[in-house]
């Protein structure tokens, strides 16, 4: 059976799901308008909010881990598949 979900992987786990939240509203602008002047500021923006959902998740225990990385997947892998890697 698996772990309890401490307090702070539970709001952790939320402020993820708000993130991923945020990336599906840019990467359907990113979608509309992929060549437009805006274009480079979302996908930065989209970058950056993924280094901090990773951040977060790498605080997690692997309960809590797994469950988000599941959870996140069709979403990570549409992104990295139109978009490319995070950039360092």
């Known amino acids: ?7 702070t992987d539970r709001l952790k786990m939320r ?9 599906q509203e840019h990467l359907e602008a990113m979608q509309r308008d992929p060549h437009g002047l ?4 979302w996908k930065n923006e ?13 605080d997690m225990s692997e ?4 469950t988000v990385l599941e959870a996140m997947r069709e979403t990570w892998v549409s992104y990295i598949t139109h978009y490319g890697a995070v950039e360092s």
């Not at 059976?1 to 307090?7: A, N, Q, R, T």
């Open 46 to 58: 989209v970058d950056n909010i993924w280094k901090k959902i990773f951040s977060d998740i790498n």
């Open 63 to 66: 309960d809590s881990q797994k």
């Open 15 to 23: 402020l993820v799901f708000k993130r991923i939240d945020h990336i």
């Open 38 to 41: 805006e274009y480079p500021p």
């Open 1 to 7: 059976m698996s772990e309890l979900i401490s307090p």
